[in-house]
């Protein structure tokens, strides 16, 4: 892929990059985007990082439901992993309402976004949120919180201690669950200076800790996107962009996983020199060498999935 985008035109790169990751495929857009955008000394007009900050947490949203299914599938609980499922889809309905597609969004270009969300639309969105959370104060979160097979299988188990987070590297969940009260999001990228934010953190290190972080963090994304379409203001949605890219930038997003990172160079030709993409499971996954020994061969699967491994993002 980064070959492929020293052969591509710059611009074609937005749909490669959303590629990446089919999950979180709108945040590798908007992370490409932004470091195209600070090479090229583009600023991106307020309404479009308005609309680029609820796009993106509707994107977590969604990624964190998955997971939560996943993980219910790994403790045999298939009602349950149905249920979040279920819930998943109105995020997904919701983001094909808004950007026509369910998982490749493409709606992020250099300069901007190429949709816009209109007053009715922002109605459905709340609705549909209105709904989510009502199922998932019903059906989802009591289990998740208070099944004691999950908290055997949980609680305790993959423990990483705040000082190992930070020396192994971890970031997102993986870090915020260890006690480390760090998220990229807390920069400003996008519209999050307007809106404000405050990380999600849980102290126990362990599989519980890390379900926990995410079950919240889906609950703020929630409210992040309402924010941010209450606070949105009107105007245009992208800027003419002219001319070729030329020096380097590096541009960093808190992806559902953790701290994303593109690295982009130009050299004022319609081709970059260089792009290179480092994605959270990369760094998140020498954590499982201090999680995995010790427990039980049925523990495995779990505490590895309690990472949130990607591993179509980190192979490629």
Not at 4 to 24: D, M, Y
Not at 133 to 138: I, L
């Amino acid at each position: 892929i980064e070959k492929a985008a020293e052969l591509n035109g710059f611009r074609q790169n937005v749909f490669l990059c959303e590629r990446v990751c089919g999950i979180c495929s709108f945040m590798h857009a908007l992370t490409y985007c932004q470091a195209i955008e600070k090479v090229m000394g583009v600023e991106v007009p307020p309404r479009a990082r308005f609309l680029r900050t609820a796009w993106a947490e509707m994107s977590r949203i969604h990624s964190h439901l998955l997971w939560l299914g996943l993980l219910a599938d790994a403790f045999g609980f298939e009602s349950l992993f149905m249920q979040i499922w279920r819930a998943r889809e109105i995020v997904l309905d919701l983001l094909e309402l808004t950007t026509g597609h369910r998982v490749i969004q493409s709606t992020c270009i250099i300069g901007g976004v190429r949709r816009d969300i209109n007053n009715d639309m922002v109605k459905r969105i709340e609705a549909g949120l209105h709904q989510l959370k009502e199922m998932m104060n019903a059906t989802i979160l009591p289990v998740i919180l208070n099944d004691p097979t999950i908290k055997r299988r949980t609680v305790g188990k993959g423990v990483l201690s705040k000082e190992q987070a930070n020396s192994l590297g971890t970031v997102g969940p993986t870090l915020r669950g260890s006690g480390v009260a760090l998220d990229i999001r807390m920069t400003g990228y996008a519209a999050f200076k307007e809106i404000g934010f405050e990380p999600v953190v849980e102290t126990a290190g362990d599989s519980y800790a890390r379900t926990l972080v995410r079950v919240r963090e889906t609950y703020q994304s929630m409210e992040l996107v309402l924010k941010a379409l209450s606070m949105m203001p009107e105007g245009e949605i992208e800027v003419r962009v002219d001319g070729w890219p030329q020096g380097e930038a590096i541009s960093r997003t808190e992806q559902p996983r953790g701290e994303l990172i593109y690295y982009a160079k130009g050299n004022g030709t319609n081709n970059l020199e260089r792009l290179k993409i480092r994605t959270p499971t990369f760094a998140n996954l020498p954590a499982l060498l201090a999680m995995l020994p010790g427990c039980e061969l049925a523990d495995v699967p779990v505490i590895t999935l309690s990472i949130d491994p990607c591993i179509s993002c980190t192979e490629r």
